[in-house]
């Protein structure tokens, strides 16, 4: 595997890139033909445009049919790539809920001796204040 595309270039200001700042693999398969239509994506191997974003591009790469016309051009190996990248991105968001669920456990674990300590606090200030 070559990744002739992963070019460290620091340069963020440059406003014709074709590219967006994104880590996702439907951009080694796609440009932006407008830049001031982020949401217009051709597709590097056959030159079909697709109107809906990066997801859609990925749809088509991938050869999943519905929402977008598959790839005339896409081989076994892009189809594999862009199916899994679509699988992640859906695993992504579970496992980030499920991240908030622990969170929220985590938080109700600690609150609950807190409101103890607090009602103690109180106690013991009374108790001080009833000595002097
Ligand atoms: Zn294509």
Avoid: F
Avoid at 48 to 77: D, F, M, N, T, W
Wanted: proline share 4%; net charge positive; aromatic share 4%.
């Amino acid at each position: 595997m070559s990744s002739a595309a992963s070019n460290p270039s620091s340069s963020t200001s440059k406003p014709m890139s074709l590219k967006r700042n994104s880590d996702d693999i439907g951009w080694d398969y796609g440009v932006l033909v407008n830049p001031n239509n982020l949401n217009l994506i051709k597709c590097k191997l056959c030159g079909q445009e697709v109107s809906a974003g990066i997801y859609r591009l990925k749809l088509h790469i991938a050869g999943i049919r519905g929402q977008v016309k598959p790839c005339r051009k896409s081989s076994e190996e892009d189809k594999e790539k862009c199916k899994k990248a679509i699988d992640d991105s859906k695993k992504d968001k579970k496992a980030r809920y499920a991240e908030q669920q622990e969170v929220r456990d985590a938080v109700d674990l600690v609150g609950a001796p807190d409101a103890d300590e607090d009602t103690t606090a109180a106690e013991v200030y009374r108790s001080t204040r009833s000595t002097m």
